[in-house]
């Protein structure tokens, strides 16, 4: 069964950091493209970032939204991916997914996104 685990939410106060995970179960999570996306209460979910398939010098791609305070990786080794997010705001309140692409480039539209994770809540808050 081809599963994704999102981990690394919580509650964090404004201008915190979080460092999201993304790690999948029955496969490998290096031969997909990954992409981050979130939904906020009464919101459609957004697309966030994206890195492609696992290779040397892998691409990588931000939304506006988190150009300049986020950084999508990958742990090739942990066959994990993070998602840094810095300087939260409460608008970053919402669920956080990982979803996995069949391709070597990445994207963010989300029908092109075969797997995706249950999610893991980030709660910015005083």
């Known amino acids: 069964q081809y599963q994704l685990v999102e981990s690394g939410g919580g509650l964090v106060q404004p201008g915190g950091s979080l460092r999201l995970s993304c790690a999948a179960s029955?496969?490998?999570?290096?031969?997909?493209?990954i992409g981050w996306f979130r939904q906020a209460p009464g919101k459609e979910r957004e697309g966030l970032s994206c890195i492609s398939r696992q290779k040397v010098g892998s691409s990588t791609a931000y939304a506006d939204s988190m150009k300049g305070r986020a950084t999508i990786s990958r742990d090739n080794a942990k066959d994990i991916v993070y998602l840094q997010i810095n300087n939260l705001k409460p608008e970053d309140t919402a669920r956080y997914y990982c979803?996995?692409?069949?391709?070597?480039?990445?994207?963010?539209?989300?029908?092109?996104?075969?797997?995706w994770g249950q999610g893991t809540q980030v709660t910015v808050s005083l």
């Open positions: 029955g496969f490998t999570l290096g031969q997909y493209a």
């Open positions: 979803a996995a692409r069949n391709a070597y480039h990445c994207g963010l539209i989300q029908s092109e996104h075969k797997y």
